[in-house]
């Protein structure tokens, strides 16, 4: 325990020393007759029993109302140099580095519409993580870098889902679409840019698309990289990265993969992609193990992949002027009382 004001200390003893003098000098001082009656023959008054009952009763009472006077005094000093407890506790935050990284082929995107809806609950409940943001296909486009601006990040993600609704009313509401700035806005979202070289190199280049997240993370190695992942594995072109180059790409930077396959998947696809991503110290999830518990997946890889970090520490103090206010209370408590038993 330590005093805040610790030189208040120093003023009590003085103040103390001052009343001893006092005291001190008062009781040895001849103090003459100012008026009042006159005793005639005091020794006949202290003769009589019930005077020096009453007397001695006077002089412990009056020894009392000093010692609390005197304790009140102490405590007050004590209290007014404000005794504290401190400790140190540790600040920590989590210290993941999450980018979300979606197929947007058309196959996929019965599964990205429910992963993103979830994800906005686990991003409202980020605490010290950057999150960001890339799609792909033949390329792909980084949509949110790196970032704890979470509600840029929820609005992204309401928009990657209104753009996929817009792209599936295109398809199955062909004919009878209200062709409005939004919506051309919405289907062109999730498009441009992620079909870049597509008569060339084909789409859905999925090793190019986890390869590609890598470099979007930042050299802190104090900080866990995860990727959560979703496609059908389904590869329609020449990719450079093959989907186990592109595992072993996260693997030798200490990326950690999540994956997260369609209802659709062939089985040897679903076997290549379960392999790869547990590879790389992850786990695989299917959509249509899913089923009610979707919400599940997501809460499932946010536990997993906790990390903490240490950012700082915070000083607690703790006031600890209870006590001696107690015991100033008493002392007041006790003086008044033992004044009005003198007074009887």
Same mark, same amino acid.
Do not use: H
């Given at each position: 325990?330590?005093?805040?004001? !610790? ?7 003085g @103040? ?26 005091d ?29 009140? $005094?102490a ?18 935050d ?18 990205n ?18 999150? !960001? ?8 486009v ?35 679409i ?23 190199? !084909? ?5 190019? !698309? ?22 059908d594995?389904?590869?329609q ?8 180059? %592109? %595992? ?11 994956? $997260? ?39 499932? $890889? ?6 903490? @970090?240490?950012?700082?520490?915070? @000083?607690?103090?703790?006031?600890k ?10 002392s007041?408590c ?11």
């Amino acid at each position: 325990m330590e005093l805040k004001n !610790g030189f208040v200390i120093y003023i009590g003893i003085g @103040v103390f020393v001052l009343l001893i003098l006092f005291l001190f000098i008062y009781n040895n001082k001849k103090s003459k007759y100012r008026g009042g009656k006159k005793v005639v023959r005091d020794e006949l008054s202290n003769d009589n029993p019930v005077f020096r009952r009453r007397m001695r009763l006077y002089r412990i009472l009056s020894f009392v109302i000093m010692i609390a006077c005197m304790a009140g $005094i102490a405590v007050s000093f004590v209290i007014l140099a404000r005794p504290v407890e401190t400790a140190t506790k540790e600040k920590t935050d989590n210290n993941r580095d999450i980018i979300l990284s979606i197929d947007v082929s058309t196959s996929v995107d019965n599964l990205n519409m429910n992963l993103v809806e979830k994800l906005k609950k686990t991003v409202m409940e980020l605490k010290g993580e950057r999150f !960001g943001i890339q799609i792909f296909n033949t390329s792909t486009v980084l949509l949110t870098p790196l970032t704890d601006d979470y509600e840029f990040v929820i609005k992204q993600l309401d928009i990657i889902k209104n753009a996929i609704e817009s792209r599936n009313m295109e398809f199955n509401y062909w004919g009878n679409i209200d062709f409005d700035d939004e919506y051309f806005y919405y289907s062109s979202y999730i498009s441009s840019g992620t079909l870049v070289g597509a008569e060339e190199r !084909g789409s859905s280049l999925i090793g190019d !698309g986890l390869a590609s997240t890598v470099p979007n993370f930042s050299k802190d190695d104090d900080r866990t990289r995860i990727v959560i992942f979703s496609t059908d594995n389904d590869v329609q072109g020449d990719s450079l990265f093959s989907l186990p180059a %592109a %595992a072993r790409y996260c693997k030798e930077n200490d990326v950690i993969v999540y994956g $997260i396959g369609t209802k659709e998947m062939y089985a040897e696809k679903k076997q290549e992609m379960k392999e790869c991503v547990e590879a790389t110290g992850g786990r695989f999830f299917l959509e249509e193990a899913s089923g009610k518990n979707f919400d599940k997946i997501v809460s499932d $890889i946010d536990k997993m992949s906790k990390s903490k @970090v240490i950012t700082g520490y915070e @000083v607690i103090e703790t006031d600890k002027s209870a006590v001696p206010f107690i015991i100033l209370l008493c002392s007041v408590c006790t003086m008044f009382v033992m004044i009005k038993i003198t007074r009887r």
